[in-house]
């Protein structure tokens, strides 16, 4: 079973390392985490281009801003695991989500 997690992000500057970080612990790991930034205009990519995993690939996905939908649905398209799976980038996750 392979998980792919789709993330969009928008000015989740403040947020969006505590998320990864929860997701990095987790007991079953994905195969994936695609973070789509929606055209942010904060720290969210600078963020997000010194975050470093070692358990699963991860990607950055970037597009113009167009809306949560628009970078979900960016994200599933590069997604290449058998089950998508949509967080919110201000999600803090238990290690057996």
């Known amino acids: 079973m392979l998980i792919s997690i789709i993330i969009p992000t928008y000015n989740e500057a403040k947020y969006i390392g505590v998320c990864l970080n929860s997701l990095q ?3 079953l790991k994905p195969k994936e ?6 055209g942010s205009t904060d720290k969210t990519l600078g963020v997000l281009s010194e975050f470093r995993i070692s358990n699963f690939e991860f990607r950055i996905l970037r597009q113009a801003h167009l809306g949560a939908g628009a970078a ?26």
């Open 72 to 97: 979900r649905n960016l994200g599933a398209k590069h997604a290449t695991g058998d089950f998508l799976v949509f967080v919110d980038a201000d999600m803090e996750f238990d290690s057996d989500f």
């Open 33 to 38: 985490v695609i973070v789509v930034d929606d």
């Open 25 to 27: 612990g987790q007991s």
